[in-house]
């Protein structure tokens, strides 16, 4: 199992120095959110269940996470392949050698450019359908859910998921990148999934983030450890 680094164990933000759980969901939003997508720019065919038909879970063998959502059976995996990153030279071109091979990082330079060994990308399989993924592209997070199962959960999992397995990209702590409007919407079901895990670890949660709790009241899914700590705030 492919479990880079815990997410506890850094900070999102170089000059607050504080965890997801500590941010409001503006802080949230405005760190990872750098520009608007229209979302006519994603075809609707493209994202069917059918369209992602020839995935092959033999081919994920890494197996991350199994959940039952909406009452679905759902698996989170990898492929676990191994990548390939040219060597840059001192002026950031690939470099070759005297026979104008590429030349590739070892698995020490990979590390120390905190490239991912593996490869990173998360995908989805619901009731053993294909149903999405998610990964890096050109260092922005690239996440579809099959538009018949959207609106499930399953993408905030998806989400929150690989959050805390790659916080970094390239020694800089990870952001979002562009998003359309429904890509707003799941970064803050993301960040509120954040603070109530952090709740239930029973970790302190600063009054601005409880209050994002309040306003949201959670449609009833507020953990009682959250709750608690709501109620609290409410009662103040």
Do not use: C
Request: hydrophobic share 35%.
């Amino acid at each position: 199992m492919l479990f880079p680094r815990n997410i506890n164990i850094m900070n999102w933000f170089n000059k607050i120095s504080q965890q997801p759980h500590e941010l409001t969901s503006e802080q949230f939003a405005d760190y990872h959110n750098t520009g608007y997508i229209d979302p006519e720019s994603y075809t609707h065919d493209r994202y069917s269940l059918e369209s992602m038909s020839h995935y092959v879970k033999e081919e994920y063998p890494i197996l991350i996470k199994t959940m039952n959502i909406s009452g679905m059976n759902v698996e989170f995996r990898q492929s676990g392949k191994k990548q390939k990153f040219v060597k840059p030279d001192k002026d950031g071109w690939g470099m070759r050698d005297e026979n104008d091979n590429v030349i590739y990082l070892d698995d020490q330079g990979i590390e120390e450019a905190d490239l991912q060994l593996h490869e990173q990308t998360i995908h989805v399989w619901v009731d053993n359908m294909h149903a999405g993924w998610v990964g890096d592209s050109f260092g922005a997070t690239e996440l579809f859910v099959a538009n018949e199962l959207q609106n499930r959960g399953i993408g905030t999992e998806l989400l929150k998921l690989y959050l805390e397995m790659y916080p970094t990209s390239r020694n800089k702590p990870r952001r979002l990148g562009q998003m359309t409007p429904a890509g707003v919407g799941l970064a803050s079901k993301v960040h509120r999934e954040m603070v109530q895990d952090a709740m239930d670890r029973q970790e302190s949660i600063p009054e601005e983030a409880l209050q994002a709790l309040i306003k949201a009241e959670y449609s009833g899914e507020v953990s009682a450890a959250a709750k608690h700590q709501v109620d609290h705030v409410e009662s103040i």
